[in-house]
């Protein structure tokens, strides 16, 4: 069965959504992102995927605060990712309570960065960002686009021991207009031991009952939540 994980992305610490990672088509909703994290647990979820978009411009983190007292107000499992290139980064985000970091254009530019701190902290602490287009890895926030192909970069870090992926179709993130099922086949056929979390575009409860029966290990679900596309308690048998 797989795991629904809300999503929260951060701007100047305020909740937002982005239509495919377009920074100036992002949508701000009036909402605290502790109170967001609270009514999240208080429904039932027990996972949270925060995103530090901030983080991801600049290239270090900066809504880090928000990630410590989400982490200290709640029971939450949180995976933060956003501005992690730096060991001073990835220490930041685990003093601040993450369960999780998440690793994506780092792990594009420095692999041996990167699998130092695999060796470090452990696979099961780190999380590797695969966000794509067009088959194609995307860094610094979906800004720049790479010639790495997504099921090579995917293939090369399983290998050498990567256990979580989150993979976002960054066309379809923020557009309410369905997953790349096709797609997550794909990587599902080729690595059956890596543990996919799905994310981008997911927008109407077949979606996820599609995912599911693909074997995806966790769904992430974004604006289609914000914005009552999906209701909770079609979520509980998840």
């Avoid at 937002?16 to 208080?42: C, H, I, S």
Wanted: neutral net charge; aromatic residues 8%.
């Amino acid at each position: 069965m797989s795991v629904i994980i809300p999503a929260m992305d951060i701007i100047e610490g305020k909740c937002v959504r982005l239509v495919q990672g377009n920074f100036n088509l992002k949508k701000v909703y009036d909402t605290d992102p502790l109170d967001m994290a609270k009514y999240f647990e208080d429904q039932g979820f027990q996972h949270l995927h925060v995103v530090d978009l901030d983080g991801a411009r600049k290239k270090t983190i900066i809504n880090w605060k928000i990630l410590e007292s989400i982490t200290k107000n709640t029971s939450l499992k949180v995976d933060f990712g956003g501005g992690i290139y730096h060991e001073s980064d990835i220490n930041l985000a685990f003093q601040c309570g993450t369960q999780q970091v998440t690793v994506g254009s780092i792990a594009a530019l420095n692999e041996n960065l990167t699998l130092s701190w695999l060796k470090k902290y452990g696979s099961d602490k780190i999380i590797l960002g695969a966000d794509t287009r067009n088959e194609k890895i995307c860094i610094s926030g979906w800004q720049e686009e790479t010639q790495l192909d997504l099921i090579g970069f995917l293939s090369k870090y399983y290998e050498k021991g990567i256990q979580y992926t989150i993979c976002t179709d960054i066309q379809r993130d923020g557009a309410l207009q369905g997953p790349a099922i096709n797609l997550y086949h794909k990587i599902k056929l080729k690595l059956p031991g890596l543990y996919l979390i799905a994310s981008g575009g997911v927008s109407t409860i077949a979606d996820i009952h599609t995912l599911n029966r693909l074997g995806v290990e966790g769904i992430i679900i974004g604006k289609a939540l914000y914005e009552g596309k999906i209701k909770v308690q079609d979520l509980k048998v998840y």
